[in-house]
């Protein structure tokens, strides 16, 4: 088994931004460094594996704060990922459960990107449908297959996103150069109506990917791995909820590193040994998944779990 120290490098292309929750009722505004591609990336550092960041950040004052928070996390920030006018902003509603909306002041751009001693790509969420950089990063996961494993998280929002039909084809195309997928149970109605689950997690597979899974909070998960054939449901981790900022991410975050840590992500060879893997091979990695997204829950913010906490 390979150290998580001596796995090729992990590169998330997506946005990072500030932050901004207000709560429910009565209580004042806070804010955190979010954005759902960098939750990802400091979630795989907070477990101990080399994770680079392509963001879009300004050199303004929320721009330093997001660079040396990430700076904390140990995510290294590629180059060319501090051009943009201004540092991206997200404000989060929270219901009376907990449950966050969102209202977004964003740009996004991607430039070149040297993928060499790059193990694994990830992306998803707004930075895979925004233009400009939303084409070129359809183009990078083409090209990372040549040397790397993918996975995605469409993570939809739609109010930037617009109508799901606007947006399901680029989704599709994203889904269809991954080797796993991650999904809500409200990205599917977003983007499917009243199709099934199960329905979709299928198509999503016949599309490309060999593992396709959706979350759906206190329902658990949807898990299905394609070329077996076969989907099981999650059971719920039971959890005290204090908010669900992050939830899904840090489940990402979770899950990649397991399938990095069993060899099944990582390289190309390590695509094959993924085609070939059953339940029982991806189990270990579905614990980590549930574990690290029961820990975000249970604190405010997008907290990454180390693997000592989760011990």
Request: hydrophobic share 40%; proline share 5%; glycine share 10%.
């Given at each position: 088994?390979?150290?998580?120290?001596?796995?090729?490098?992990?590169?998330?292309?997506?946005?990072?931004?500030?932050?901004?929750?207000?709560?429910?009722?009565?209580?004042?505004?806070?804010?955190?460094?979010?954005?759902?591609?960098?939750?990802?990336?400091?979630?795989?550092?907070?477990?101990?594996h080399?994770?680079?960041?392509?963001?879009?950040?300004?050199?303004?004052?929320?721009?330093?704060?997001?660079?040396?928070?990430?700076?904390?996390?140990?995510?290294v920030?590629?180059?060319?990922?501090?051009?943009?006018?201004?540092?991206?902003?997200a404000?989060?509603?929270?219901?009376?459960?907990?449950?966050?909306?969102?209202?977004?002041?964003?740009?996004?751009?991607?430039?070149?990107?040297?993928?060499?001693?790059?193990?694994?790509?990830?992306?998803?969420?707004?930075?895979?449908?925004?233009?400009?950089?939303?084409?070129?990063?359809?183009?990078?996961?083409?090209?990372?297959?040549?040397?790397?494993?993918?996975?995605?998280?469409?993570?939809?929002?739609?109010?930037?996103?617009?109508?799901?039909?606007?947006?399901?084809?680029?989704?599709?195309?994203?889904?269809?150069?991954?080797?796993?997928?991650?999904?809500?149970?409200?990205?599917?109605?977003?983007?499917?109506?009243?199709?099934?689950?199960?329905?979709?997690?299928y198509?999503?597979?016949r599309?490309?990917?060999?593992?396709?899974?959706?979350?759906?909070?206190?329902?658990?998960?949807?898990?299905?791995l394609?070329?077996?054939?076969?989907?099981?449901?999650?059971?719920?981790?039971?959890?005290?909820?204090?908010?669900?900022?992050?939830?899904?991410?840090?489940?990402?975050?979770?899950?990649?590193?397991?399938?990095?840590?069993?060899?099944?992500?990582?390289?190309?060879?390590?695509?094959?040994?993924?085609?070939?893997?059953?339940?029982?091979?991806?189990?270990?990695?579905?614990?980590?998944?549930c574990?690290?997204?029961?820990?975000?829950?249970?604190?405010?913010?997008a907290?990454?779990?180390?693997?000592?906490?989760?011990?």
């Amino acid at each position: 088994m390979t150290h998580p120290s001596e796995q090729h490098s992990v590169l998330t292309i997506g946005e990072v931004l500030v932050d901004i929750v207000v709560p429910h009722g009565e209580g004042e505004p806070t804010s955190h460094v979010g954005g759902s591609p960098a939750n990802v990336a400091i979630g795989l550092a907070a477990l101990d594996h080399d994770s680079r960041l392509t963001a879009y950040l300004a050199q303004d004052e929320l721009g330093v704060r997001v660079r040396e928070h990430l700076l904390d996390a140990d995510v290294v920030l590629t180059p060319g990922s501090t051009q943009a006018p201004s540092t991206s902003t997200a404000t989060a509603h929270l219901d009376a459960d907990g449950i966050a909306t969102y209202d977004f002041d964003l740009a996004w751009e991607v430039g070149p990107q040297d993928l060499r001693g790059i193990g694994h790509l990830h992306t998803g969420s707004i930075a895979a449908t925004l233009e400009p950089g939303g084409s070129v990063i359809v183009d990078l996961m083409a090209q990372a297959r040549a040397c790397a494993t993918v996975s995605y998280d469409p993570n939809c929002r739609p109010t930037i996103m617009g109508r799901p039909e606007d947006s399901r084809g680029r989704i599709e195309d994203c889904i269809g150069r991954s080797d796993v997928v991650k999904a809500s149970l409200e990205d599917v109605e977003w983007l499917y109506g009243d199709a099934g689950v199960a329905d979709v997690v299928y198509l999503w597979g016949r599309l490309g990917p060999e593992l396709v899974i959706v979350t759906r909070g206190e329902k658990g998960a949807v898990v299905h791995l394609s070329r077996a054939a076969v989907t099981i449901e999650l059971e719920p981790t039971t959890v005290s909820v204090v908010d669900t900022v992050g939830a899904g991410d840090s489940f990402m975050a979770g899950l990649l590193s397991g399938l990095l840590d069993a060899e099944l992500l990582g390289s190309p060879q390590a695509r094959e040994r993924l085609q070939r893997a059953d339940l029982e091979d991806i189990a270990p990695a579905l614990q980590r998944a549930c574990a690290t997204a029961a820990y975000t829950v249970g604190r405010a913010g997008a907290a990454a779990p180390t693997r000592a906490e989760l011990a």
